[in-house]
């Protein structure tokens, strides 16, 4: 018998297709999603997703929905990183961020990166996460670019966490 499928929530449709509950990597990101999030006074509570697709990006949606592509999670790579990414976009749902410009993402960097430490996560995570995210760009010019995004090294010195060198 195939594993059964939860409808797709409306917002994800144009997104990329739900990967099943089965997948081990949806299991993850729920549950460092659920350890970031429960305790924040958001209504209706966080609900995670994961697309099937080798895009890097993840979305914070109406109705508390986070999605993060497969690609995202494969790049951020351990929890640490897949906190780091998971507490930035709750961070947008937390601060009600409807227009997304340089100020919202590093806001979102900012609180999302506290939001995954005081989770218990290694505060690198969101800067690992974007080092490898640099390089992916930086590889390749046609890799997904977001124009609410500012520059990951932008990003990085606004955190704190930018080395030179």
Do not use: W
């Amino acid at each position: 018998m195939a594993p059964q499928r939860i409808p797709l929530h409306p917002s994800l449709k144009a997104l990329g297709e739900r990967v099943r509950a089965e997948d081990p990597f949806l299991s993850r990101i729920r549950s460092i999603g659920n350890k970031i999030s429960l305790a924040l006074p958001l209504s209706p509570p966080c609900r995670f997703e994961l697309l099937q697709s080798d895009r890097v990006n993840a979305y914070a949606l109406p109705g508390n929905l986070v999605a993060l592509t497969l690609g995202a999670v494969r790049l951020a790579g351990d929890d640490a990183g897949i906190a780091g990414l998971l507490g930035h976009e709750i961070a947008h749902l937390l601060l009600r961020h409807r227009r997304r410009g340089s100020a919202q993402e590093f806001e979102a960097d900012r609180v999302g990166r506290q939001l995954a430490v005081e989770a218990g996560f290694d505060r690198d995570g969101l800067k690992n996460f974007l080092e490898g995210f640099d390089r992916l760009l930086s590889a390749s010019p046609d890799a997904l670019r977001s124009f609410s995004h500012p520059p990951t090294r932008q990003r990085l010195e606004k955190l704190g966490l930018f080395e030179q060198g």
